[in-house]
């Protein structure tokens, strides 16, 4: 992979940490709660004034315990664990998007273990989305005690987000036609400061996806062909990846997804 320097170094961090496979998710301790902050030092806008409680650290652990466990070798017993730890899960990872939605992106189930887990335990987990789409910021010019001076909302398409953000993208504008990811929780949204999201190593591209083969920093075709039923192989460290709203984009080199996220920032 290329290397160049940047004057963004936490959203390289981030965009290159999305192209390895989800074990180091799987192996991660539970770090202290944090308030978020933005890339000035500022708290992240539409953040709760407090930390998520103990108990939303308790219930994400215990569900990324049982998935380092059991989630290669589900029997009846495990799958019923599961089920019950992941909708324990979801209440606390829907107050980890609005109290700190950098480190609810962080916990995130990877996409590689996300596509061994059965219909049943997805249901339960935060939805990941992509599109293009507007990310608006509201100010209240009086603000109301224990609820936030400023507040974003996200639409994509027919669908709208209370959004969280952090970063770059808590800056006070108005975009319009963006390209926008995160997770969410019914429609509460963390959005990534990152416009686009690496494909992970391993990941299977979904088999719906419109496909661009050409990278969009050096115009180099990655010789990769989907199979009998239109299905793109894994991503490997040679066929780097991203998805940008609904389209995903081939690189010559997993550094030009860095380059051209900063470019679209």
Request: charged fraction near 25%; aromatic fraction near 4%.
């Amino acid at each position: 992979m290329h290397s160049r320097s940047s004057g963004h170094p936490a959203l390289v961090v981030l965009l290159v940490a999305g192209l390895i496979t989800g074990l180091g998710f799987l192996a991660r301790t539970p770090s202290a709660p944090t308030t978020p902050t933005s890339a000035t030092g500022e708290r992240a806008s539409g953040a709760a004034v407090v930390a998520a409680e103990p108990s939303v650290d308790a219930a994400i652990t215990a569900f990324r315990a049982w998935l380092q466990a059991s989630a290669d070798t589900l029997d009846q017993a495990a799958l019923a664990e599961g089920e019950r730890l992941a909708r324990e899960r979801r209440p606390a990872f829907r107050e980890l998007i609005r109290s700190n939605p950098e480190r609810a992106l962080r916990e995130a189930v990877p996409m590689v273990v996300r596509q061994k887990l059965p219909a049943s335990i997805l249901a339960l987990l935060e939805a990941r989305v992509s599109g293009r789409g507007s990310l608006e910021r509201f100010a209240i010019s009086e603000p109301i005690p224990g609820q936030p001076a400023v507040t974003h909302e996200v639409r994509l398409r027919d669908r709208s987000y209370q959004a969280f953000v952090y970063g770059r993208r808590a800056e006070p504008a108005i975009r319009k036609d963006v390209l926008l990811h995160g997770v969410a929780i019914d429609s509460v949204m963390a959005v990534a400061e990152s416009p686009i999201r690496p494909i992970e190593i391993g990941e299977v591209p979904p088999a719906d996806a419109d496909v661009i083969k050409t990278c969009a920093v050096s115009g180099i075709t990655t010789e990769v062909e989907p199979d009998a039923e239109g299905g793109y192989p894994a991503i490997t460290e040679e066929t780097p990846a991203a998805l940008e709203g609904y389209i995903i984009r081939y690189y010559c080199d997993g550094g030009h997804i860095v380059q051209e996220a900063e470019r679209l920032l």
